[in-house]
């Protein structure tokens, strides 16, 4: 007969002992040895002496009034009123003044179907979709071209500064989305001719660099066009950034098409399901999951894109910026454009940032 085994107690243990929560959590985690320690204040006093000299730089000795260069002679301070004084420019470029309410009504609309999409317990997130890449782009031609229902018409030769910036940035997120996913569909075609031809189109196109394909938009294509024919630099701008970052967004989703085993599209055809029932209610919600960090980061890469539409001749929100410090009443020390600078560095890596955080909320909210 074995023997048998007696029943043995294990002690009762002490609860763990808590680390006085987020200060206590880094205090003992940064300083858990000596060399933690050592780098910990090192990056410490780095990080001080920054913070230190940007608020003396940025508001102890910045200057906040005055329309001119003369009103910023202090060289070791943020200059401001440079900021303030060419708002109008900065927003909007040549946009006419009686008609900067169209502007305003455009930033509302954006905001408002951002917020709507975003926050999650507002309804009707279908809806704002729809309406972001259906009814926005038009109420937003109206609404800014103009030259119909009462507007008077602005060419887009007077657009300029942020203006620019954000039409761009948004035109090429709403176009590139449905244009990459149809590239990445072609290529998983069993039609051959669909197949090959969208299989050539991306490999040209990722394989010419971005400056070159808008100097071809903006050089070359009006060359091609038919006689009486005239598109705008800024429509054939905005043509240019959908397709090459098409191009690129249609790898993002042939990723997450392929990362969808094969039972699954088997299963969707025993029970009787199409090709489109398949994709729109199957496939596509499994891959969009696997490849929401890639998409966003798409996004931010558009949105800095967006800073090289100088080099065509349109004044975006850099444009505006730096040839500002350039006019006869901003022409002054380097302080100047420095201020100019940082303040655009600043709204680019707010507006990237929080399109970053978004996606990671949003990423653990369909997990």
């Not at 910023?72 to 040549?94: E, H, T, V, Y």
């Not at 937003?140 to 887009?156: E, R």
């Not at 051959?192 to 040209?204: A, D, Q, S």
């Amino acid at each position: 007969m074995p023997e048998s085994k007696t029943n043995t107690f294990i002690e009762a243990m002490t609860p763990p002992v808590r680390e006085g929560g987020p200060l206590g959590r880094f205090l003992k985690r940064s300083f858990s040895s000596i060399p933690n320690g050592l780098v910990t204040l090192l990056l410490l006093g780095g990080a001080g002496y920054l913070l230190i000299h940007l608020v003396s730089w940025g508001i102890v000795s910045a200057q906040w009034t005055g329309t001119t260069a003369k009103s910023c002679s202090n060289p070791d301070g943020a200059c401001w009123s440079f900021i303030i004084a060419r708002w109008k420019p900065i927003l909007a470029g040549q946009y006419p003044v009686q008609e900067l309410w169209r502007i305003f009504l455009f930033f509302g609309i954006l905001t408002i179907l951002i917020i709507w999409i975003a926050i999650r317990r507002i309804p009707g997130k279908s809806w704002a979709l729809v309406s972001l890449w259906t009814v926005f782009p038009i109420i937003s031609y109206y609404l800014l071209i103009g030259g119909s229902f009462g507007l008077s018409h602005v060419p887009t030769n007077n657009w300029g500064g942020l203006l620019v910036t954000v039409v761009t940035a948004v035109f090429t997120m709403i176009s590139t989305l449905p244009f990459g996913l149809l590239l990445a569909l072609g290529r998983m075609s069993n039609m051959p001719v669909i197949r090959l031809l969208c299989i050539g189109f991306v490999e040209i196109v990722r394989g010419i660099p971005l400056l070159a394909f808008l100097f071809s938009a903006a050089t070359i294509f009006p060359l091609v066009l038919p006689e009486g024919v005239n598109i705008d630099l800024f429509a054939r701008t905005m043509i240019a950034f959908m397709l090459f970052n098409g191009s690129m967004t249609s790898e993002v989703f042939r990723g997450g098409l392929q990362s969808i085993r094969r039972e699954q599209y088997d299963a969707a055809l025993t029970v009787g399901l199409g090709w489109f029932s398949t994709m729109a209610f199957i496939i596509l919600p499994q891959a969009i999951k696997t490849i929401v960090p890639a998409l966003v980061n798409c996004m931010i890469i558009i949105i800095k894109e967006t800073s090289v539409l100088l080099v065509i001749g349109l004044f975006d929100f850099i444009a505006t910026i730096h040839f500002g410090t350039e006019s006869p009443d901003w022409i002054g020390g380097h302080h100047i454009l420095l201020t100019g600078y940082i303040f655009t560095a600043a709204v680019y890596m707010i507006t990237c940032s929080v399109l970053s955080k978004y996606s990671r909320r949003f990423e653990g909210q369909i997990k």
